[in-house]
């Protein structure tokens, strides 16, 4: 990636389309470091018969319900995996590159095809002409039907006209939507048109209650209470789908079961054909068969839906805390193998459980099946609130502390309040909040509230400070806000700004709303609109039926932003040091020549060292991107309400490379600030500070904020008990959440090798005073072999 | 009346200075020149501008009030609060700017922050009398028990140290016994017997402050010549070691504070 770098900050030398070239693909490489499905996809050469089979389907059906209906028999059917000899529970799956999904790969959703899987398949020669052209013409069927392409194609035809009305320069979006094919250089708004059903969590403790019959009986009562004659294809469809469930899925393993000897689990597969689960084996069967077939990439509250099966086991002597810890890390170890990257959330704890004795038993299972397993998958997460019970604290803590980053916390004391606020819902609805993905909030079994693109606050202050234009590439991409000379006052400036995240956001709001529009148009997800309220009393799919449809947004660099504008204030308002146009002149030449305002700008005070000044104005930031996000509430339809989120995956780094020096000090194409975190490095107080900066942000402007910290191994071991207390008043003060990594030897590593990026480490010995990049290397390097020994 | 006196750092989040979380603030200007201090930007009570060995120009020391440094360390009360911690003046030696101290301390103890201060004990009594009604904690060093190695190594006689040491003890004074370890040096027997008589005497609980050598860079910052240039810091075994010889030399197991 250096080289890359070098040659693109060569800038003034190429032209633009070579400048276009470079920044592409630089993203690119960015980017592709991250898939998000981890088991390999089924090869074309496998699965051209059930391609053609699917196409065929799609096209015999007309109604959404019925279509879907068939093409899940035909697809479950052909792609359920075996069990293996280990495994304790029935149920895996494989993905292809085409097939039925709420979400696949982030972008993708309902009837998908990734082009891009094929293309590389046929560049291979043992390709024949025959299957070339089938393949060819199956590509061109789908390009015009699937569901991702038609919501991209719907939704651009309309933001299209936004253009015009600001005379951009949006020449070159492309006709149809392809992940990897998306010209994204600039287009931020564009590339993340990912018109998914993110994060839906089903409502599986109804399943448990009900078993299959059950399910099949509420039905079918519903749909007679019904007197819309036009929702009887859906019902009739979910009976259909349910028995297929039963005889096919269930069945299907009951029987390889048997057939391999497997006689415990072939005689729970057959209880839980038709009956509801009664003992904790069976239960977390079915729950995990279900999840798996209707194809969702986050698990959810596994602590509440078999804490009481748990209790009811132990209490008639019928397992050991033992077996049952057995039985969770054999599904741990499934979950890690058929999981999703950014996803596959399990939640444990939460203020509002019914009975939290027996969820805490089960909770303290996951806890410890996370801390031995150490993978990334499935994240753990725990809610925690005034009262919770010390044990599963502690026990958090000590999986935490052996460097796990699992389990995450959250605060319901304070989110439960927040969320109702945000979601406009009362607090027993809002106590239904849960992370999905990296970190955005949704409410189980009421909600779908997907986050379907990302929203670069930095680009939105770059074309404030361009009068519109990207600074990269010199291309018109939003409104006309002024010239920087005409700012007379702060404010000026801020409305600028304003204006041009406002235009951004209707695109990204519009967009979405038009997006969900064509999935609910087309994709029922039959399987999940069973286990979401109030599906099966309108007799309507997930979309069109739950009872809030809401969308959110996820933004990047918003402390880049605050910190930028804090700058701004202080430097060109308050001491007129200089002019916002020497400023903007700075940035352009991305610094060079421009030493002394460099460090003007980068001596500024910083997010994240509890100085109000800077962290004023980040509370500013962060309630204006969420308010300019609800501005679209009830607007669309499709759309409850709209929400920005804060959160953390690798986005900012590739955010960071096509977003040009912003006046926090940052340079070209240099990662973006993480989430809701300080900019790396940039917390020099230390971390009390660093707690009581973030405890500033208020969670009620935001659907989910996520804030990394690190702490040092010897915190949690040798330190436990202040750690606690750091915590402790952290979540008091009202942080909302806390994603906790050990500092490795890795990051001293980096430390030395890029000192502006860790300017807080502190080397911590009693009595004395010194940072770690101030050190020299012979003793960096003694204390990274010192904390390498502590680690071991 | 505000005195100022010169702060080279204020560290938040300290752990290791005294009970539950801390902040540090370290003064400027000691009256020891103890040959392995680990933080000898501290001998001279005024700024001090040095290019360390990585090339980066820092400054040591800002002429601050009282009230100002009061104003970094009042924002993490709530950590004070719920951990049981406060503030710890440390350096140098703070004890010789007893006006400020008396006065920072006072603000401190009006908002409930619990004070302690890190001192080794040679300036005379009446500085610390100027401030005693304030403290609520004594870290009280102890280098070197032979009273002409304690001159060769630190510059000063022992003796006004063990007097006033012993003066905090009659007016009982909560008191910690901080004894930094430097190997050849006092990690001897009659050194650790001397720790260990201390601690039976007057009831005084232990901390070990192993010697580590991270001061370095430091000391040739500051063009001064130091003596421990090749002596590696002491590792967890090393530590353990001392503890057992102390628990061998009969010290009261629960008067040993491990850091």
Redesign the interface.
Known sequence: MNTLLERVTNYKDLSREEKIKELKELEDRVVSMNPHHTKPLRSPAYELELCKKITETFQKYSHPAQRELEIQKLLITNRLDSIRSDDLFAGRFFDGFFGFMPEMSGSYVGYYFMEPYLDNYLKSDSVTESERKEWERLRIFWRENATHNIAYRTAWNEIRQLKEKINAEWNNIPEHYMLEDVSSVSFWFVKDTTNRVAGPYMNIKLLLEKGIKGLIDSVKNEWSKNPDTSTHIYYNSLVELLEFFSNDVIGRYEKEAKEKNMDTLSSILSKIKKDPPSTLYEAMQLAWLYILVSRVLNIGRMDVWFGPFLAKDLKENRITLDDAQRLVDNLWKIMYEEGHNFNTRVILGGKDREDPHSADMFALLCIEATRKAKRTRPQTTLRIYEGISKEVLEKAYDAIGEGCTFPMILNDEVNIPAVSKLFAVNEKEAAKYLPLGCGEFTLEGINICSPNSAFLLPKCLEYALHNGKDALTGLQMGPFTGNVEDFKSFEDLFNAYDKQARFFMEIIAKKHAIGQKVVAENCPFLFLSILFDDCLKKGKGLLNGVRYLDGSTETNGFVNVADSLTAIKDLVYEKKKYSLKEIVKALDSNFEGYDALHKDLLSCPKFGN?DDRADNMAVMVHNHVGSVALEWKDKLPYLRRFYATHVNNHAHIAFGAITAASPDGRKNHEPLANGNNPTTGRDV?????ML?SLAKIPASSVAGMVQNMKFSFQ?FYK?R??TR??L??YF??GGTQAMITVVSPQDLKDAMEH?ERHQNL?????????RF?????E?QI??LN?TLNECM | MHVKTVIFDIQRNSFLDGPGIRTTVFLKGCCFRCKWCHNPESFEPFPQTVTLPNGIKKTYGKEMTPQEVFDIVKQDKPFYDESGGGVTLSGGEPAIFFDFVREFFYLCSLNSIHTAIETNGFPPWKNYEAFLDYTDLFLFDYKVSDPEAHKYWTLVDLNPVLENLKRLVEINKKIILRCPVIPGVNDNDNHLSSIVELSKTYRLPVQIMPFHSTARDKWKALGLVYQFENLPSMTEEDVKKIIKRLKTLGINDSYLIYC
């Open positions: 509890d107080n230390g971390t009390t500070a009581k915190m330190y008990e202040k207390s750091l402790s008043v008091k003060l000192p502190i080397v911590r010995v009693g009595g004395y005073s010194a990049v101030e050190l020299s290397r003793l003694e204390i010192r």
